[in-house]
DNA sequence: AGCAGCTACTTGACATGACAACCATTGTCC
DNA sequence: GGACAATGGTTGTCATGTCAAGTAGCTGCT
């Protein structure tokens, strides 16, 4: 494949090289989530949803009619609990999303995806797969695979040990 | 704990195999963003210093004694007008940012790093390489230069075409 | 000169995302 | 059975990110 000198570099107009490969890896890595975000986010604005808020509607679509614990849902996207109990809030306040407290446990709440809710999702499957499709699309399969690859293997990574925080 | 299926799979604790690897390719694009952009603010937070309050203290070093425009390091950053405007009122608070209006243009608003800034930035670049090599030590460099090949194609690619049209 | 239009911010409002503190339940252990 | 820790959420605060609307200053055209 040959070797485009500067895409990123170009993007951000910075006058020297990177320091190092690693640090050009990760500004690609964190622009080109960026702009995927922004992609799917210009796909569900006009629908009056969030790319967050879509990632927990469909969980919970995921997890059928007997619903999700809030924090359940938290996990399966690994975001920290406040946010979700906010969010929920938003998204029982639409019409979208249902709570009820958990008889058996009466600490948990439990969230159900509502018939309203499931029909949003309905109709933006088919434009969420189209720019899934898109936002990849210049990449054959082999190379996404490869890709899945590499990103995968970055997360398995050893990281940061506490040592080399400082 | 099981110990080995399928990576992105396993910790979205998804039931359903991927719809297709596109889908995959996202999921495992703005997950790994995702925990590599942690593992900055896990080096950065002792500091009292955010991601993005960094990234604008490294822009602002790379534009020396001259300073920038406000909206300038917006743009060297892909970020928006008001954000920047705010960032820069709290990074002149810690002192570490200096702003002035340009004398030429009295619309533009410069900004100076600070030398306490510029000392806070020296202090950092030793933790923060350590940290872009930890986030890819799992990669070679060979791997890490195909990943980003990978992402700066998909970065260029059709979802952008509109934009780029002009 | 004078005014329309553009530029560079600034402010307000709202949605995340992270942390800390708090409350109600539940589980545990003596 | 009662103190106490752990669990599951909620609330408050702060930093970002984004859009819409407003303001000050500059430019071009007449």
Known sequence: ?????????????????????????VIALLRTADLVKRHFAAVLTPHGITLPQYNVLRVLRGAGPDGL?????????????????????????????????????????LCYLTPEGASLLGQLDEPIDRADQAAFAVLTEEQQTLLITLLDATRQGPHLTKAQLD
């Open 1 to 25: 494949m040959p070797k485009n000198p500067s895409a990123t570099q170009r993007e951000i107009r910075q006058t020297r090289p990177f320091r190092s490969k690693t640090q050009e890896a």
């Open 69 to 109: 614990p809030t924090l359940e849902v938290g996990q399966r996207l690994i975001e920290q609990a406040p946010g979700i109990t906010r969010m929920m809030d938003r998204l029982e306040a639409r019409g979208w999303v249902r709570r009820e407290r958990c008889p058996g446990d009466r600490r948990q709440v």
